[in-house]
């Protein structure tokens, strides 16, 4: 699906000065003239397209990776996965843990030069909850004062516990205390967006040359299927450390197409590597692929809406059960990837994940163990199953698919059909909840903490995509929200994921690995769990 593409190398600046006209003319005549400067351009293969860089409409790491190039929110982190100063240049938080006061950095600018204020995060902050927006990725906002209730429409988003104090001072108000709400702010849902263009504009305001961002870079160019174009943001409070000129995020669906323009020289940096390519990359080139512990599970959820899935948790279990996780982690994929009994990684600081409780029977135990739930469930070989199960284009995902059809064929004796769709489009099939039974998705941790991976199925997430409904999980989930001593918090979460795995309303099958392919002319990359590469961290050594 991946075809070669060649970007326009415009000047970083806009048009080209009058000098290099003159040094033209001065090499002609036998005069050396100024030096040339060598514009410098990063090449990264981002993956599925973004569905959207609208900061309050997208939710895939693919979007997260180019919003984070282009805005900037309160804070970040460092190449490593350290918090960091960002917009907010310094904070203090109240004995409480309730009241958080940033100041602004009075240097940092938009991309037009306007300078950027507390009311433009007081603005952004209102958009995100405000019911019309329809944002997927809430769980930012949903502890601070009054956000429930606006989400639910009961108050109007000028009551959200946020405040300019002054131009420069910003203040947010927590309904309880929150010890990772920091890490909270660095998404990108948190980042301010620029009021004028938005209100003017509408959605012609994410089109290049009208977007205004606060990042490191700006939008020069998109297009759909092909690529992303940034620009550096002239006016960004920390232009002078910013070294790349140019980054370009390639649409790259299909790992195997990306690795071959890795290979051919179109690409710096991979997002991924394919299965089949990982060991022989280990053999040819070691010092170019970089692998790490990931916080991310992949997984099919089930969409309980429709009432086959909903009303039947044995059918859930059995389809689980049925599944060899290690066949897929160790043989599919083959890159380091673990399979997943639970729904937390190992590895999320302060907590230790639950596992389903058939996690340590063999094989032959779980099989036979499936193969009498799916009895019970009402299916035989005299009323069998067929499902759809939907995944966007990826040959690795293929051959997932066909692995789990190949698996629940064998042990169940279901029939699968598998359906492919683009990435959008599959995304938008999931939000809507009408036409898919079992998808494929998965689950990147956007801050360290077993919350981010076990909010998205309270009821009245967004993120929700399976439509999980339980009056107990959200009541352990609040629980453990209210929970000041953090060995209480944990028990808590301990509890809610223990009742998640028992429910089944989604199947985790393995937890990732960070695996890319990094040109060894990139510099500044920093291993980190969560897998942010900032470009304006990265630098382009000289070529060979």
């Avoid at 060598?38 to 895939?60: F, K, W, Y």
């Avoid at 433009?120 to 429930?148: G, K, M, Q």
């Avoid at 409070?237 to 323009?261: C, F, G, Q, S």
């Amino acid at each position: 699906m991946t075809t070669s593409t060649h970007i326009k190398r415009f000047s970083a600046r806009g048009l080209l000065p009058a000098w290099f006209f003159l040094a033209l003319l001065l090499v002609a005549c036998g005069d050396s003239g100024p030096p040339s400067v060598q514009e410098s351009v990063l090449r990264r293969g981002n993956g599925a397209e973004p569905e959207s860089l609208d900061m309050h409409n997208a939710i895939s790491t693919e979007a997260g990776d180019v919003q984070r190039d282009l805005g900037e929110g309160l804070l970040g982190f460092s190449p490593t996965g350290e918090l960091r100063a960002a917009a907010a240049e310094r904070w203090v938080i109240s004995d409480d843990g309730l009241e958080y006061t940033f100041s602004l950095r009075p240097e940092a600018r938009w991309s037009n030069g306007e300078p950027v204020t507390a009311a433009d995060f007081v603005y952004s902050f209102r958009r995100l909850v405000d019911p019309a927006t329809a944002a997927l990725y809430l769980i930012s906002v949903t502890n601070i004062e009054n956000a429930d209730k606006i989400i639910a429409g009961e108050l109007s988003p000028g009551a959200l516990g946020v405040a300019a104090v002054s131009t420069h001072e910003f203040r947010i108000r927590l309904n309880s205390p929150v010890p990772y709400f920091l890490s909270l702010l660095t998404h990108p849902s948190t980042f301010p967006l620029h009021r004028a263009s938005v209100e003017r504009l509408g959605d012609e305001h994410l089109r290049a040359g009208n977007l205004v961002s606060n990042g490191a870079y700006k939008l020069q160019e998109r297009q759909v299927g092909s690529h992303v174009e940034l620009v550096r943001n002239e006016y960004y409070w920390d232009n002078e450390n910013t070294k790349i000129d140019r980054v370009v995020h390639y649409v790259t669906p299909e790992p195997m197409a990306e690795l071959n323009r890795f290979r051919a020289g179109e690409l710096d940096m991979t997002r991924t590597i394919p299965p089949e390519s990982f060991v022989q990359m280990k053999d040819e080139r070691p010092d170019e692929v970089r692998t790490s512990p990931s916080l991310a599970v992949y997984y099919y959820g089930f969409n309980l809406t429709k009432p086959s899935f909903r009303d039947n948790p044995k059918l859930r279990q059995a389809l689980s059960m049925a599944i060899d996780r290690e066949t897929i982690a160790d043989e599919v994929m083959g890159r380091g990837e673990t399979a997943a009994y639970g729904w937390v990684p190992d590895g999320t600081a302060n907590y230790q994940p639950r596992r389903f409780s058939y996690a340590d029977m063999s094989r032959k135990e779980r099989h036979h163990t499936a193969r009498q739930l799916y009895r019970e469930a009402g299916f035989g070989e005299n009323n069998p199953l067929t499902i759809e199960v939907r995944f966007n284009t990826s040959n690795v995902h293929q051959r997932i698919a066909a692995s789990v059809q190949a698996m629940w064929k064998e042990v169940l004796g279901i029939g699968t059909v598998l359906i492919n769709e683009e990435f959008h489009v599959l995304l938008a099939n999931v939000e809507q909840k009408d036409i898919t039974q079992v998808f494929r998705l998965n689950w990147s941790g956007e801050y360290n903490d077993a919350h981010t991976f076990l909010s998205m199925f309270e009821s009245d997430n967004p993120s929700n995509l399976t439509a999980y409904q339980s009056v107990e999980y959200d009541s352990l989930m609040d629980r453990a929200a209210a929970q000041t001593d953090p060995d209480r918090r944990k028990v808590f979460l301990a509890e809610a994921e223990g009742l998640l795995l028992n429910d089944h309303p989604a199947i985790p099958i393995y937890f990732y690995v960070n695996k890319s392919m990094v040109s060894k002319r990139v510099q500044g990359w920093g291993d980190n769990v969560l897998n942010y590469h900032y470009s304006q961290h990265l630098s382009l050594a000289a070529e060979e």
